[in-house]
């Protein structure tokens, strides 16, 4: 429970300790993993009354697979087009309760232009105070889970040996402001 307990507080992301990861399947013999570590945003979070919001935008030419080559290919216009399409955002605000827990986010990704409703699921979160040294601070964090088809947003090249379904795994911690 947040220090304060009813009022919205806004949060910043931290850089640090925020990042996207991926994973589609590569000719249904083995997954191809990466992650996105640059993200940017806000959140605002109330647990009292349940409510809350999402703004975040990730650079998608900061994805890394630890394959050079590969990433330069996922970045180009066969598939993320960042070129074009350099950042996707994730705006939500209709948060989902399960009791006095977090359950899920819901709202809209825009990924290549195009924009789709997701449901960010939540496997775990929590906000409770963090010290560092002899000071405090109010730390919101956990991880959100969602299954997008990259078809929905218009990226169909290599369709089905490059998977339409992509994994996500988004680690987050923000800290109130």
Same mark, same amino acid.
């Given at each position: 429970?947040?220090?304060? +307990?009813?009022?919205?507080?806004?949060?910043?992301? &931290?850089?640090?300790?925020?990042? $996207?990861?991926?994973?589609?399947?590569?000719?249904?013999?083995?997954?191809?993993?990466?992650?996105?570590?640059?993200?940017?945003? /806000?959140?605002?979070?109330?647990?009292?009354?349940?409510? +809350?919001?999402?703004? $975040?935008?990730?650079?998608?030419? /900061?994805?890394?697979?630890?394959?050079?080559?590969?990433?330069?290919?996922?970045?180009?216009?066969?598939?993320?087009?960042?070129?074009?399409? !350099?950042?996707?955002?994730?705006? +939500?605000? &209709? $948060?989902?309760?399960?009791?006095?827990?977090?359950?899920?986010?819901? !709202?809209?990704?825009?990924?290549? !232009?195009?924009?789709?409703?997701?449901?960010?699921?939540?496997?775990?979160?929590?906000?409770?105070?963090?010290?560092?040294?002899?000071?405090?601070?109010?730390?919101? +964090?956990?991880?959100?889970?969602?299954?997008?088809?990259?078809? &929905?947003?218009?990226?169909?090249?290599?369709?089905?040996?490059?998977?339409?379904? $992509?994994?996500?795994?988004?680690?987050?911690?923000?800290?109130?402001?």
């Amino acid at each position: 429970m947040l220090a304060g +307990g009813s009022a919205a507080a806004d949060f910043a992301l &931290d850089a640090g300790h925020t990042v $996207v990861h991926f994973a589609v399947s590569h000719y249904d013999l083995s997954l191809v993993r990466g992650r996105i570590p640059k993200v940017a945003g /806000s959140v605002q979070f109330d647990p009292a009354s349940r409510t +809350g919001a999402i703004d $975040v935008r990730v650079d998608l030419d /900061s994805l890394d697979t630890g394959n050079r080559t590969l990433d330069q290919i996922l970045r180009s216009d066969q598939f993320l087009d960042t070129a074009r399409y !350099g950042d996707v955002r994730y705006a +939500g605000n &209709d $948060v989902v309760f399960d009791g006095d827990r977090l359950k899920a986010i819901d !709202g809209t990704l825009i990924l290549h !232009g195009v924009a789709r409703p997701v449901r960010l699921a939540a496997q775990r979160f929590g906000c409770r105070e963090v010290k560092l040294g002899l000071a405090g601070r109010q730390v919101c +964090g956990g991880e959100f889970t969602a299954t997008i088809r990259r078809s &929905d947003f218009g990226m169909t090249h290599m369709l089905p040996d490059v998977g339409d379904a $992509v994994e996500l795994s988004i680690d987050v911690e923000a800290t109130r402001k």
